[in-house]
Structures are given as C-alpha cells and as structure tokens.
C-alpha cells in the first residue's frame, strides 16, 4: 500500500492487482471496489469516499467497457478524461486505481454470455431501449469481481435498474460480496449527477432540472392518492417541453421493477424515468415510497 498520502498504485494488469489483492486479504484486509467507466464527477467519488470509510483499501477502476453499448457511436463518444480521473481519485485519497485492457478483462473474446437467471430484471425500462446492455454490464462486473474479491461493491442509485441487476446477480451466482447502494448526487438546481452532463448544450443544462421537478411532483401526487398511470401520464406530459423527449416515466416496484398499479400492494415504489435532452439521453429516479 502506498504510505505518502499523494501516491496512488496503478494497475494495469488484473493478474498483478489480484496478486496484490490476495496479500492485502491474507492480513485480513477489507476490500471496497468502486467499478467505473472514468470521466469521474462528485457523484462517483461519493462512491469512493463511503468505500474508503468502509474499507481498509479502496479500488476504482476505470474501463470503458464496449460490450454494454449498444449504439457503436456511444462508444466512441464516451467522455475520456484519464488524466483528470486519476488525479481526483489521488485527492480523494483513493490508493488503487485500475485500468485494464479489453484483451484483460476478456482474454478469450467477449462473445459470451453469463449464465445467470436475472428473473425478468433487465426486460423492461433501460433494457427494452438498450437491447443487450444489461448483458454487457453483468459480463464486465463479474469479471471486476472475479478479478478484485471485494468484500463491499460500491454502486449508486441513479442507475437504479442497474444496480438490481447485479443484486441479483450477486445472490444468483452466490458471489461473496455485499453490495452498497449509494444515494444519487445532484446539482444544486437538481439535475442527478452523469458524465453525460457535461455534453448537454447550455439551453438544455437550464432545462435539464425538470426532470427533478417533475420525480418531485411525482412523489406529491402519489402521496395525494393518485393512481401511478395517471402520475405516469402527467409527468410524461409536463416532461415533453421544447427539445425534451421523455421516453419512458415508470413507477415500478423498487425489487421486481414491475410496473405498479396498485400502490398498496408495494412496500417500495420508484419513479425511474429517461430523457433525451437534444441529442443527449439522460435517466433519473426517486424513491417515492419506503426505503431501500
Ligand atoms: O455504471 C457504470 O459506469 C458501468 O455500467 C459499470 C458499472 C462501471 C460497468 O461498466
């Protein structure tokens, strides 16, 4: 472990960091792991600083990972800041960084598929928009898991379906890891942090809080009684302003994410929503009712 405060251990090579990992583990070290795609912003060292109050040696990696996107240009577009993202993880006070290649993370192709039962989770919502992303996202953090036997996963709520999945990837696949869910971290005006922020035009970053101002109203109108396909269609509606294009506002069951109808049968209800801002697609939830 590096011992000045400003030192940071890179790896590149996942054989090295398990290596280095598997000493840490023998003097009975607890692992936090923080998986990313870089560009990182406040919402992800939110990540890394509950790992690192949690943990004995906090891990980030950083890794565009090409399987989970399902428009190529995407993927050529993905913000790519690594100098910058390393020298926020050094003065968050991060120790290990990884950035591996893709010939590491899938050293025999990424042409598979990971055998697991995600029960019905990555059908709806971000996977009926974005068909084969959730498989990209399963197949890259398992490997992140394989690779870095972590005891804490550290992942944040904005991506709620996400996140879901890979619980119940977790409890599937019987991996020895707790995950931790982190609360969404916004801008003043609301708007949920995401490196695809920084690609809005100015006109669309003003408008861009609607969509908090609209979860908001959400959560007043169920709490009034209203019935979440009449919420759904408003907040649709009231989403649809200029240059806005909502194309989903879900209220759904925080652990099944089906569609709720009848709020009384769900102790955990969630408006998730996806909005393309011009040509940008931001997503965005709230807990509406219960606790995660
Ligand atoms: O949320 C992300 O940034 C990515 O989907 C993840 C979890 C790092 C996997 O590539």
């Given amino acids: 472990m590096p011992n000045n405060e400003d030192e940071i251990l890179i790896f590149e090579d996942s054989e090295k960091l398990s290596e280095f990992i598997y000493r840490e583990k023998n003097k009975g070290k607890k692992i936090g792991f923080t998986p990313t795609m870089g560009a990182l ?32 240009s995407d993927l050529v577009k993905y913000p790519r800041t690594i100098e910058k993202d390393i020298k926020g993880l050094r003065d968050e006070g991060c120790p290990v960084v990884f950035i591996p290649s893709s010939e590491d993370i899938y050293p025999n192709g990424s042409d598979y598929k990971v055998e697991v039962d995600l029960k019905g989770l990555d059908e ?11 498989e990209g996202v399963v197949q890259v953090v398992k490997r992140l898991l394989e690779i870095t036997s972590c005891d804490h996963l550290y992942m944040g709520q904005k991506d709620y379906q996400q996140f879901t999945i890979i619980k119940e990837m977790i409890k599937d696949l019987e991996m020895p890891v707790k995950l931790v869910v982190c609360p969404i971290l ?34 007043d109108w169920l709490s009034e009684g209203r019935a979440p396909v009449e919420i759904s269609m408003k907040a ?26 009848n709020t009384d049968h769900h102790a955990l209800i969630v408006a998730c929503t996806a909005v393309w801002a011009g040509t940008v697609r931001l997503i965005d ?4 009712k219960g606790e995660l």
């Fill in 236 to 261: 649709t509606e009231y989403l649809n302003i200029q240059d806005f294009k909502p194309e989903y506002f879900d209220l759904i069951d925080g652990h099944t994410l089906e569609k709720v109808r």
């Fill in 41 to 72: 912003h406040d919402g992800h060292f939110s990540l890394i600083r509950r790992s690192l109050a949690e943990n004995d040696v906090s891990i980030c990696s950083i890794f565009v990972n090409p399987t989970q996107f399902n428009v190529p």
């Fill in 124 to 134: 709806m919502m971000e996977g009926k928009k974005r068909p084969g992303h959730f």
């Fill in 186 to 219: 916004r801008d003043e005006d609301g708007l949920a942090k995401s490196s695809r922020n920084t690609r809005l035009t100015e006109s669309h970053r003003r408008k861009a809080p609607i969509i908090f101002r609209v979860l908001t109203q959400a959560k």
């Fill in 285 to 288: 939830n709230m807990i509406l």
